[in-house]
């Protein structure tokens, strides 16, 4: 797929995906099966876009094997339906490597996050994604948490010719507009953190917004996004308030909230690896409860 047309798929909601993992005599394992019927329900929603192995994906707990697993497995049953993006970690040279294995599992795209190893200073991080773009063909997305990747730096980056789009995790609204303002015409910026952001980034025009209640609510994040696009912003904040409630769990509890949620509407969620506080039943009858007055079936 042409980096043009990947960019152009690559607007609106953007999919955090959940890796699921099933319990095996006491070992978690990948759950192929539960990946797709995932991107399935992701398909049937017209989802533009998933990012698979994220921060909420468990990145940081998957082994090489895993990793290429996973977005093998999203990026067949995607079947270019989605576009797919792989979370990507490390120094440069395990970033070149782990890209170009992403690019052959079929990824359309990868969200970089570099290591400390890499340095901060403008130069080191234009070097990295410099580096990563020349040795793949398909997109690269930066990850900005603070104003180490300043508007000059995004700048200086959107003219690499695989520059897919930014996730802006920073939640600094100044700079957001600023960012949208300046490069939006040349890059995607994508409003990224706490969902309860989301209308923020879509009042200051963000080119698509990135969300971890999406993967059992997608149809609730798309009418919001369609909502900002026709300037309704009255029924923006009426849908934010509706997810309000699981957003405060979700605070709480992580993807391990995101993963209940899954397992209760017939979606696959599962164990996890990453530490974390479990919900309690309490908090569990509580989210389904949220669910059924989203008119979301559960399974009980």
């Not at 603070?146 to 959107?158: A, H, I, K, P």
Request: with cysteine.
């Amino acid at each position: 797929m042409k980096i043009e047309e990947t960019r152009r798929r690559s607007k609106g909601i953007q999919v955090f995906a959940i890796t699921p993992f099933i319990d095996n005599n006491g070992k978690t394992i990948v759950d192929e099966e539960g990946i797709k019927r995932n991107v399935n329900s992701w398909v049937t929603a017209n989802i533009p876009v998933v990012v698979t192995c994220g921060g909420v994906g468990e990145l940081w707990h998957l082994n090489e094997e895993e990793h290429f697993q996973v977005v093998r497995t999203t990026s067949e049953q995607a079947s270019g339906k989605i576009i797919v993006i792989a979370g990507v970690t490390g120094d440069t040279e395990s970033c070149v490597n782990t890209s170009r294995k992403m690019e052959e599992a079929g990824a359309d795209g990868v969200l970089l996050f570099p290591s400390e190893s890499v340095g901060t200073d403008r130069q080191s991080v234009i070097e990295f994604y410099s580096t990563i773009s020349k040795s793949i063909e398909i997109g690269i997305m930066p990850f900005r948490i603070d104003n180490t990747v300043d508007v000059d730096t995004v700048r200086r980056l959107s003219d690499l010719p695989n520059m897919l789009a930014l996730k802006e995790e920073s939640e600094n609204m100044d700079e957001f507009e600023h960012l949208v303002r300046e490069v939006g015409n040349q890059v995607i910026i994508a409003g990224a953190g706490s969902d309860q952001l989301a209308p923020c980034f879509l009042l200051m025009g963000a080119g698509a917004l990135t969300s971890s209640l999406a993967n059992y609510l997608p149809n609730q994040l798309l009418t919001m996004w369609n909502s900002a696009q026709e300037k309704d912003f009255h029924n923006v904040m009426k849908i934010q308030k509706t997810l309000r409630p699981i957003e405060l769990l979700r605070q709480q509890f992580g993807h391990r909230l995101h993963k209940a949620a899954m397992d209760m509407i017939g979606l696959s969620g599962g164990a996890t690896r990453a530490p974390g506080i479990s919900p309690t039943e309490s908090d569990l009858n509580n989210l389904n409860q949220y669910l059924n007055e989203l008119g979301i079936i559960t399974k009980g």
